[in-house]
């Protein structure tokens, strides 16, 4: 089983407020990424880092900003949340092994915003 | 237009009988993942596939990737409640890229 988290599980909040999504894992993998799924089942990648201090934004344009300071560590924040915001967020990491690599997903947080 | 198609959408099978989700592409797989999930939560990874004509087994799930490397078949013996959720694939498309392009989904329902 993956040793990735995320928090919170659930988070209903109104618009204009400031969120921060957390995800970690302690499995010392270089790679991470955020996904957006939509309620279609799709996911899309909004944002990626391939080590500390490296972020890129993903296929899906996206409002929400990241920041890698700790290996370990990959937080999104959206500064001004709206209800076109409202979605499943699940992150992800990989380790590097030259190859090709399984990304491990976290449990996913559910963002509700009215 | 989807790079990666998955069939069924969605998929309703007797407990006991057995199923098959499909994973097509137009361009090469060069790593081919599936996974599973449960409605509300993260995904769970079953296999992965690298070669043509490679295939897979964990308890009653069995993955294979044709040898032209553009289609993947996941296939359950045996269907028990347990294997309800949502299955997907997702696929290196372009060889060294290192990001995933996820199917559009199946969703798997048991019924006693």
């Known amino acids: 089983e993956a040793d990735i988290y995320q928090t919170p599980r659930y988070l209903v909040i109104g618009t204009g407020k400031k969120i921060t999504l957390e995800c970690s894992q302690t499995?010392?993998?270089?790679?991470m990424y955020w996904y957006q799924q939509d309620p279609g089942m799709e996911l899309h990648l909004i944002h990626y880092?391939?080590?500390?201090?490296?972020?890129e934004k993903g296929d899906l344009s996206s409002e929400s900003t990241v920041s890698r300071i700790r290996t370990e560590h990959f937080p999104l924040t959206l500064e001004s949340a709206r209800p076109s915001h409202t979605s499943q967020y699940l992150c992800a990491s990989s380790g590097d092994r030259g190859e090709l690599e399984t990304q491990y997903f976290g449990p996913g947080t559910r963002l509700l915003v009215l | 237009s989807q790079e990666l198609e998955q069939s069924p959408q969605s998929l309703i099978v007797q407990e006991g009988k057995n199923l098959t989700i499909n994973c097509t592409s137009s361009?090469?797989?060069?790593?081919l993942y599936w996974y599973k999930q449960k409605y509300g939560e993260g995904l769970i990874f079953l296999m992965m596939?690298?070669?043509?004509?490679e295939e897979k087994s964990h308890e009653k799930i069995t993955a294979k990737l044709d040898e032209k490397k553009q289609q993947s078949s996941l296939h359950i013996t045996a269907s028990q409640p347990s294997h309800a959720g949502i299955y997907l694939c997702g696929a290196d498309l372009i060889f060294g890229n290192e990001k995933l392009t996820f199917g559009t989904g199946t969703r798997l329902t048991i019924i006693p």
């Open positions: 361009k090469t797989l060069y790593g």
């Open positions: 596939l690298q070669k043509g004509g």
């Open positions: 880092s391939y080590g500390v201090n490296s972020t």
């Open positions: 499995m010392g993998h270089d790679k």
